[in-house]
Nanobody
């Protein structure tokens, strides 16, 4: 079992920044690649970013490329999502995920482990 807990969400003005954190407990943290997804009201959950087990390979959705940065600290069992130049359309509940994935991230398929989500609201 892997337990994931997100934090760092909040209300921010357009153009601002937030950093989300996802702390893990349970089975060996470094075994899993990690991903961030988001879900806006009335929309399906969508992929945002992913990072491989070692932190050496990352993958981003086109909508956040150049603005968001995913990173991980295996010593702290934590993954981060630094979000800069936030836009109104980034407003959503952000979820952390853990999954098995290739070392070179050409794709990321969500695994069974999810956090409870953290709300990000960007005011225009």
């Amino acid at each position: 079992q892997v337990q994931l807990v997100e934090s760092g969400g909040g209300l921010v003005q357009a153009g601002g920044s937030l950093r989300l954190s996802c702390a893990a407990s349970g089975r060996t943290f470094s075994t899993y690649a990690r991903g961030w997804f988001r879900q806006a009201p009335g929309k399906e959950r969508e992929f945002v970013a992913a990072i491989n087990r070692s932190g050496g390979s990352t993958l981003y959705a086109d909508s956040v490329k150049g603005r968001f940065t995913i990173s991980r600290d295996n010593a702290k069992n934590t993954v981060y999502l630094q979000m800069n130049s936030l836009k109104f359309e980034d407003t959503a509940v952000y979820y952390c995920n853990a999954a098995f994935a290739p070392e070179t991230l050409d794709y990321y398929i969500a695994g069974a482990y999810w956090g409870q989500g953290t709300q990000v609201t960007v005011s225009s």
